[in-house]
């Protein structure tokens, strides 16, 4: 009996502590150097909520946010919507419908590094294909476009981008979901006369709903902590005018350029606490929509 509770203990235990060790203790190091000044070697200074109160009045870290927002809001106005519609007509078993499918989520499990050179290849305002194509065909507006450097086509363009890497994993998801679906709705509703249309939207949309739910929060999290892609496509995250900053890429440039370490963790800490706070009221919406 003693052997179990010991063994028990120890198979509890040891998981506990690793999480401890990579999360809990992380978490709280994090909100502690916030509250202080640091540079990364000798002691750190306790200033209090000085860098809290430095940050509300950053116009930078209020740029970098809106950022944020916009892609969420990209994501989901065209990330979401194309990837549920592609899950749609791959579920139909279109003609070419496994090829479409790997086509589509090809991309996402490349590396960003071959992804941000392709695409700066792809960009270069000089030997890009894409500004060649404009001068071939006497585009002068795509002949001359400056993508990646100016101010106001640097985000959309790394949004396109991202949006290009990731529609076919969440396609995949919405794809899951439908194949877990019964057959039998879909046959009922069509010998009942109902169009595709409405078959998606009074059949399909409100049984997906959990899977709905999961993108919205997969979504949200990948807006808030989005980094690789701005960092590789724009001048080392914050492009042109710094217009592309997002909060990590500001957080990392505090943290690890200027050696602000206490207003980089100040930075994280907000980011964690923006994330963890919609994602949960996210999640409560759904779960309360689903029940009624």
């Known amino acids: 009996m003693n052997s179990s509770k010991y063994l028990l203990a120890l198979f509890i235990g040891v998981p506990l502590l690793f999480?401890?060790?990579i999360v809990i203790f992380p978490l709280f190091f994090t909100i502690y150097i916030s509250l202080t000044v640091w540079?990364?070697?000798?002691?750190?200074i306790f200033v209090g909520l000085q860098n809290y109160v430095k940050l509300f009045q950053d116009q930078m870290f209020y740029s970098s946010l809106v950022n944020n927002l916009t892609i969420f809001v990209a994501e989901i106005a065209f990330r979401?919507?194309?990837?549920?519609?592609?899950?749609?007509?791959?579920?139909?078993?279109?003609?070419?419908?496994?090829i479409f499918?790997?086509?589509?989520?090809?991309?996402?499990?490349?590396?960003?590094?071959i992804i941000g050179m392709m695409w700066r290849l792809i960009l270069d305002p000089i030997s890009g294909p894409l500004n060649e194509f404009g001068r071939y065909i006497g585009w002068s507006w795509l002949a001359q476009a400056q993508w990646l450097y100016d101010k106001y086509l640097a985000l959309p363009t790394v949004i396109f981008v991202g949006l290009w890497r990731w529609i076919g994993f969440t396609m995949v998801i919405f794809l899951g979901g439908l194949q877990t679906l019964n057959p039998e709705f879909f046959d009922a509703?069509?010998?009942d006369g109902a169009s595709w249309l409405k078959i998606v939207r009074h059949i399909v949309i409100p049984l997906l709903t959990p899977i709905f739910a999961l993108n919205f929060i997969l979504l949200w999290s990948h807006s808030m902590k989005i980094f690789d892609i701005?960092?590789?496509?724009?001048?080392?995250?914050?492009?042109?005018?710094?217009?592309?900053?997002?909060l990590t890429t500001y957080l990392f440039v505090n943290a690890f350029r200027f050696k602000q370490f206490g207003y980089a963790s100040a930075i994280a800490t907000i980011l964690l606490a923006?994330?963890?706070?919609?994602?949960?009221?996210q999640l409560r919406f759904w779960s309360r929509r689903e029940r009624v």
Request: hydrophobic share 50%.
């Open 19 to 21: 999480y401890s060790f």
């Open 80 to 98: 979401l919507t194309i990837s549920f519609f592609l899950a749609l007509l791959i579920y139909e078993k279109i003609k070419g419908w496994q």
């Open 39 to 44: 540079e990364g070697v000798g002691e750190p």
């Open 274 to 281: 923006i994330t963890s706070v919609v994602g949960v009221i």
């Open 189 to 191: 509703a069509k010998i």
């Open 230 to 246: 701005i960092w590789v496509m724009t001048a080392k995250g914050y492009g042109p005018l710094e217009t592309t900053s997002v």
């Open 101 to 113: 499918r790997n086509i589509f989520f090809l991309p996402t499990v490349m590396s960003m590094a």
